[in-house]
């Protein structure tokens, strides 16, 4: 059981805009601790799509994007191509266990 | 050009112990917060430890007095000491750079925990 819940997948035609959730609470997203997305290509190593809620780093195209609000934070992919396939990760920090934590992952489908 | 680079993966009995490297270049491992984030087979990721750049280390629950973190200035590297080692720790172990988030990673080491 993660400490953050994500859908476990999500599913769009390509061109199409999907969003994934990222829900915590009071210790770690509800603190005001930022979020973080990563993206895993199948058999690689995750890689960092959006930090500190909304930023891209250089590279990650601007179809990204981020948001937080409260205790939740969503990813949203707008323009679904076939290579954004893939499982997404929200990251925070979580003030009673001293550490980062993830969501369960949400596998995308484009269809 | 930052790279981080894993070794160490082995085939491990259960109770057995292992320790995992992660070769740096391109920044100093001791200016920064380093991680290690395993994620075991058809799994998501789990943050394990973390190592400040002022020395202060910090352990998941899951692997709490098991497991110890620690970096060595001279090589540049990160390392894992991982005892008592049971079934749940067999998964890919990736060491990470940073501090509130991973902004680089491993290609990651696989720990296999099996009779």
């Known amino acids: 059981q993660s400490v953050l819940t994500q859908p476990p997948s999500v599913s769009g035609a390509p061109g199409q805009r999907v969003t994934i959730s990222c829900t915590g609470s009071?210790?770690?997203?509800?603190?005001?601790?930022?979020v973080h997305w990563y993206q895993q290509l199948p058999g690689t190593a995750p890689k960092l799509l959006i930090y500190a809620n909304t930023n891209r780093p250089s590279g990650v195209p601007d179809r990204f994007s981020g948001s937080k609000s409260g205790t939740s934070a969503s990813l949203a992919i707008t323009g679904l191509q076939a290579e954004d396939e893939a499982d997404y990760y929200c990251q925070s920090y979580d003030s009673s266990l001293s550490g980062w934590v993830f969501g369960g992952g949400t596998r995308l489908t484009v269809l | 050009e930052v790279q981080l680079v894993e070794s160490g993966g082995a085939l491990v009995q259960p109770g057995g112990s292992l320790r995992l490297s992660c070769a740096a270049s391109?920044?100093?491992?001791?200016?920064?917060?380093m991680s290690w984030v395993r994620q075991a087979p058809g799994k998501g990721l789990e943050w394990v430890s973390v190592?400040?750049?002022?020395?202060?280390?910090y352990y998941a629950d899951s692997v709490k007095g098991r497991f110890t973190i620690s970096r060595d200035n001279s090589k540049n590297t990160l390392y894992v000491q991982m005892n008592s080692l049971r079934a749940e720790d067999t998964a890919v172990y990736y060491c990470?750079?940073?501090?509130?988030?991973?902004?680089?990673w491993g290609q990651g080491t696989l720990v296999t925990v099996s009779s």
């Open positions: 990470a750079r940073g501090a509130s988030h991973a902004e680089y």
């Open positions: 190592i400040q750049s002022g020395g202060s280390t």
């Open positions: 391109g920044f100093t491992v001791s200016s920064n917060y």
């Open positions: 009071r210790s770690n997203i509800g603190a005001g601790y930022d």
